[in-house]
């Protein structure tokens, strides 16, 4: 079966076989017209590469508008290392590829910088700077600023009481029902964040040893699917993209949806779908953007991070507009969150993909 590959309305996109991995290394810069691209580089297993290409395309246009959204003079890119599913990448062959992948950021002269993703961490982008000047996100030791999920949480805790407030009147979680669906670097921190407010968890991870997490924070542990579907306030997907989709949201149980997952909706028409639920969502775009503020604002422009409101409170801002206007408009707060970033980056003189 063929993968029907997203909009290529990008600058540039490259993928070729690294020549000391041999794996497919994968680049796609969507818009430069605000600044250099930005946006990890994830290690993923796929069916079908072309899988992998597709997403490269689909991630960066997110970062896009991702950068936008939040007020950075940056455009979106995306890095791929494409295994097959299951396949290990570890030792010599990790770093090899690793390497490859820094060549091909070299290759584009500073036309997209890189960090970490989903499968690669700051450890990995100390082998990618070896080859090129363009990788962030280093571990403290080497100068960078280490991974960013703990921004990334932060921003998104700032998404989530901007989302309860629009669909509650208020944003005090305590007693309210959450489900986090992915326990990972940023799932594991929201959910810790929310159980210290007292808000009432169910949590789900497709690694069981994160049960030992669930049973620290008196979650109700579940499988996947239950997670997703559960009877709650506000569902929290923290793991891998497409997870609403004309299979799921007839499904789903919930009042309001804000996670940190990327590219949530399999589509953009799925966003009329979950609108006519009467469910709210908060743009994935604009509530995960805490990482990337982060990695910019410290690891690319040399800030400081000693208060992280500064850079952060642009999130709930962002949402507390995004679904007034909704409200008011009779539009669906993705409407509202892509024009608020066409309108940032129409302000920089030239659209996405130009």
Not at 77 to 105: Q, S, T, Y
Not at 133 to 152: D, F, I, K, M, V
Not at 293 to 299: E, G, K, L, N, R
Not at 343 to 354: D, E, P, S, T, V
Request: glycine fraction near 14%; proline fraction near 4%; charged fraction near 20%.
């Amino acid at each position: 079966m063929s993968t029907r590959l997203s909009p290529l309305d990008h600058e540039r996109l490259i993928a070729r076989r690294g020549a000391r991995s041999g794996l497919l290394c994968i680049v796609a810069v969507h818009s430069t017209a605000a600044g250099f691209a930005c946006g990890g580089m994830r290690i993923l297993g796929y069916e079908d590469r072309w899988q992998g290409v597709d997403d490269a395309l689909r991630l960066s246009r997110g970062m896009t508008y991702k950068c936008a959204a939040a007020g950075l003079a940056h455009g979106g890119g995306k890095g791929v290392i494409a295994l097959a599913p299951g396949e290990p990448l570890e030792g010599e062959r990790r770093i090899a590829a690793l390497h490859d992948f820094g060549d091909l950021v070299e290759s584009l002269d500073g036309a997209y910088g890189t960090s970490a993703d989903v499968g690669s961490s700051a450890e990995d982008m100390v082998h990618v700077r070896e080859r090129t000047r363009h990788a962030y996100s280093l571990p403290a030791r080497h100068g960078g600023g280490g991974e960013p999920s703990a921004p990334t949480a932060a921003g998104l805790e700032r998404a989530l009481d901007a989302t309860c407030r629009a669909r509650f009147a208020s944003d005090d979680v305590g007693g309210r029902t959450v489900a986090v669906l992915g326990l990972g670097q940023v799932g594991g921190r929201i959910a810790r964040r929310l159980a210290a407010r007292g808000a009432a968890l169910t949590v789900s991870d497709v690694d069981p040893a994160k049960q030992a997490l669930a049973a620290e924070l008196g979650a109700t542990w579940v499988d996947p699917d239950t997670a997703l579907t559960a009877d709650v306030d506000v569902l929290v997907p923290c793991a891998l993209g497409g997870v609403l989709n004309e299979d799921s949201v007839p499904r789903l149980r919930c009042r309001a949806i804000v996670g940190a997952a990327n590219n949530q909706l399999a589509h953009d028409g799925v966003a009329d779908l979950v609108h006519a639920r009467g469910i709210l969502w908060a743009p994935d775009f604009v509530a995960n953007a805490g990482g990337v503020i982060y990695a910019v604002t410290v690891d690319v422009d040399g800030g400081s991070w000693h208060d992280p409101g500064a850079h952060l409170d642009v999130i709930g801002e962002n949402l507390d507009a995004i679904f007034t206007r909704a409200a008011a408009e009779g539009t669906t707060p993705l409407h509202e969150a892509m024009a608020l970033a066409e309108a940032r980056i129409a302000g920089h003189g030239a659209g996405a993909g130009r």
